[in-house]
């Protein structure tokens, strides 16, 4: 008999006495996943480039957890590179790390201007291995961690119009899988979450044409674009010890968007 099956409980997913960094957290879903975080018990260091947090600060303060605020420009190296100091120097420990924040601009290949590029590449991509190099010093004193970065469907498929938005995600992708090679022997582990179509400000553009928005929903097996509340089991479930032996994945949330 394996006795360690009836350890498990639901515990498991709890988030209590935890701190979590999540950025990008003004909005959509990086709010929604910094107040899965705090209902799961984690106290929250919100991250946003506006610093416009309030709305997201309301409702981690109404689940009874703590939250605290940082501005900071992700697209900045120096600013991104203050992010874990700030948090640590607010909470002490960090425990989980959602790198959330992104950006994405469209335009045809032959048309996409060299700074939109290098934006779209700093913010979704440099930031992240900035942001998660500084969380891992930490999380390696610590002797545990989780980093949780944010691909998409475009870590696996090319799409149109958005070259350096693909590119940062296949890199995304690629990141997770070399952080949990790494770190892994440190009691650290690192995954992805891949969000389907989302409801959010970044799409309202492709919602507004009927077009675009019929052939989308024509190809997603649940028949509708997801909700952020949709996130919020996954990232914690990621978060908590019930993926302790989970690493190096990239867990698409996508109505069924990949197997069609």
Not at 33 to 54: N, Q
Not at 166 to 185: D, I, P, Q, R
Request: glycine share 8%; net charge negative; proline share 2%.
């Amino acid at each position: 008999m394996t006795t360690n099956l009836l350890s498990f409980s639901l515990d498991y997913f709890s988030l209590e006495g935890k701190t979590a960094i999540v950025t990008g957290a003004n909005k959509g879903l990086g709010q929604a996943y910094a107040v899965a975080l705090a209902k799961a018990g984690a106290d929250i260091f919100v991250v946003s480039r506006s610093g416009d947090c309030e709305e997201t600060k309301q409702l981690i303060a109404e689940t009874g957890r703590r939250v605290e605020s940082f501005q900071a420009d992700l697209g900045n190296r120096e600013e991104a590179k203050q992010v874990v100091a700030k948090c640590a120097e607010v909470y002490g420990n960090i425990d989980v790390l959602v790198n959330n924040a992104g950006t994405i601009l469209r335009s045809p290949l032959v048309e996409y201007k060299e700074e939109d590029w290098d934006t779209v590449m700093e913010v979704n991509l440099n930031s992240l291995y900035l942001v998660s190099q500084e969380a891992a010093k930490v999380m390696v004193r610590q002797g545990s961690g989780k980093i949780i970065n944010i691909a998409s469907m475009l870590s696996f498929q090319g799409g149109k119009f958005v070259p350096a938005y693909t590119a940062s995600k296949h890199a995304v992708a690629g990141l997770t899988k070399a952080f949990a090679n790494e770190l892994a022997e440190h009691n650290i582990q690192i995954n992805a979450i891949a969000p389907g179509y989302i409801s959010t400000d970044n799409t309202a553009q492709i919602r507004a044409d009927e077009k675009r928005n019929a052939e989308i929903l024509s190809r997603i097996p649940a028949g509708r674009w997801a909700d952020p509340s949709d996130l919020m089991g996954t990232v914690v479930f990621l978060a908590s010890k019930a993926s302790d032996y989970m690493n190096g994945h990239i867990l698409a949330v996508d109505g069924g968007w990949l197997a069609r």
